[in-house]
């Protein structure tokens, strides 16, 4: 079977034809060249305004695309592009099916590329297939420009919004996701962590699909419950449940280095000594070590246990169903932590007293809603990134984490070579 037979029966285009197929020496081996012709009295498509005109002129030289690798050649269309008299945008080169803009890589090979560049990282890719690292961050570009413009914005009511380090030096990127039932997915990405930045996401949009949303999840920010007051008022505004605990956990941690710095200070047994994870893991975590350990911890009379004890108390407050009962809850619970005297606990009770009804909104929205999902997709985007050893532009930042977590639709094919 010849390669012209695979390549018809593959990727045929209309109103094109191959012709010669010959194999040519280049710097790293041979290549296997494919003329590519229009058919007689064919007409070019305008590259502007996608219509048909007549040919103007052609170029003397072939222009080469690159194609898919077979049995270790890398192979390469050639074809004499024609330039388009079109009526309405005057003299423009022609668009080719096999081709787009001056990418010097053919349509399904960057699509090819960028189905491997979501399992391993650019480099081992471009290392694999023997190209370069511009070449497979051309072919990511291309797909994600696609689907990014392509993709369906309807029935968006969920989104989740938190921001990330992709950088050294406080560089953050703020990420907006989509959370609802069966349709999680990346939504969109703004650099740095502002006010503006967030206010760009709600203009990217728009008024409409702003007034359909029905829950947001974030974190107690002022930024961005500013933000989501002002552009979507009617959403329940769900504050996370994950940075509530962490915060907690932190003052918790933050009590117990302080008390074992003193005790060893003034001569005490260092009973704290590693005990970090003891205070602040689960009880259903604990190994049966640790917990003879935290057993023995809890008969003194320390402001780590006290705190810890707290942490357990309130970790009920998420078993409640009811906003109302929840409230009741939170009310004592914030009292006790302000009679205990731990200063730490205690400004994380003052803030939970100050965010009380956006918290509430959790029970409201019958708990389906959280971002615990925007967190587990947060460690995805530090996994994306970490695997490529960090990217050196947000430009190829935004690029590769729309391709891993965006759900992008992709260019049909005749014919999937993967």
Request: proline content about 3%; hydrophobic content about 35%.
């Amino acid at each position: 079977m010849q390669l012209k037979t695979i390549l018809n029966k593959c990727n045929k285009f209309k109103s094109f034809i191959y012709t010669d197929i010959r194999f040519k020496d280049e710097y790293k081996g041979q290549a296997i060249e494919v003329e590519i012709r229009s058919r007689r009295n064919s007409r070019a498509v305008c590259s502007k305004c996608h219509n048909l005109g007549p040919t103007y002129d052609t170029m003397r030289e072939a222009r080469r695309f690159e194609f898919i690798p077979m049995w270790g050649f890398s192979i390469y269309f050639c074809y004499h592009m024609r330039r388009v008299n079109c009526p309405e945008c005057g003299v423009k080169v022609e668009e080719v099916p096999w081709g787009t803009g001056k990418r010097e890589l053919t349509k399904t090979y960057m699509q090819y590329l960028a189905n491997w560049a979501k399992k391993l990282s650019w480099k081992e890719v471009a290392q694999s297939f023997h190209t370069s690292w511009e070449k497979v961050f051309t072919s990511v570009e291309y797909v994600v420009e696609w689907g990014l413009k392509h993709r369906n914005l309807s029935d968006i009511t969920a989104i989740g919004v938190d921001e990330i380090q992709w950088s050294k030096g406080h560089k953050y990127l703020t990420l907006v996701y989509q959370i609802n039932s069966g349709r999680i997915r990346l939504l969109w990405i703004g650099k740095d962590r502002t006010v503006k930045t967030f206010l760009r996401f709600f203009r990217f949009l728009g008024k409409e699909r702003s007034s359909s949303l029905k829950y947001i999840c974030s974190d107690m920010w002022k930024p961005y419950l500013k933000v989501i007051k002002k552009k979507a008022p009617q959403a329940l505004n769900i504050l996370d449940r994950f940075h509530i605990v962490a915060k907690l956990n932190k003052a918790i941690d933050e009590v117990r280095a302080e008390e074992s710095r003193k005790m060893i200070k003034d001569g005490y047994e260092p009973i704290l000594k590693n005990t970090r994870w003891l205070l602040l893991k689960r009880p259903e975590n604990l190994t049966e070590k640790e917990n003879v350990k935290l057993r023995d911890l809890v008969q003194y009379n320390l402001k780590s246990v006290r705190a810890h004890l707290l942490k357990e108390d309130f970790q009920w407050f998420w078993e409640y169903k009811s906003p109302h009962w929840a409230g009741l809850f939170l009310k004592q619970w914030c009292t006790r932590v302000m009679r205990s005297k731990i200063e730490p606990v205690k400004k994380v009770a003052k803030s939970i007293r100050n965010h009380q009804d956006l918290i509430l909104n959790w029970f409201r929205a019958k708990k389906q809603f959280s971002s615990g999902v925007v967190e587990g997709l947060n460690t995805k985007v530090k996994l994306t990134i970490r695997k490529s050893y960090g990217f050196r532009t947000v430009k190829a930042t935004e690029i590769a984490l729309y391709h891993t977590l965006g759900k992008l639709p992709e260019p049909s094919l005749t014919h999937r070579y993967y």
